[in-house]
């Protein structure tokens, strides 16, 4: 991924300031999040109140799924609505001990 100009960002605990030991058996989860906006420019966040954070819509692919199906199936779970998928932004790849994610 080095040198991919798709990637925004590389998160890592030790970038957010969280020590964690090191973690074997990281498993590669592929996930899509849409920046969904209504007519009036308005940005949807989905609040995590388990954890206190905002995030945007979206989640995990599905078995044989593409970006774009995950995208609107995420949307419509989590939204309530139907959208019209756009250019991609760009790519974020986060490793995480606690969740064991790549």
């Known amino acids: 991924m080095a040198g991919d100009p798709s990637l925004l960002a590389q998160i890592t605990d030790e970038s957010l300031g969280i020590r964690s030991e090191k973690c074997k058996g990281y498993g590669l989860r592929r996930a899509a999040r849409a920046v969904l906006s209504d007519s009036r420019g308005r940005i949807a966040l989905m609040n995590v109140s388990r954890w ?6 979206g989640g995990g692919l599905e078995e044989g799924e593409t970006i774009a199906g995950a995208l609107k199936r995420e949307i419509l779970e989590e939204a309530g609505c139907g959208a019209k998928i756009g250019a991609s932004i760009g790519t974020i790849v986060e490793v995480r001990a606690r969740f064991k994610l790549v």
Do not use: M
């Open 52 to 57: 206190k954070y905002h995030k945007l819509p």
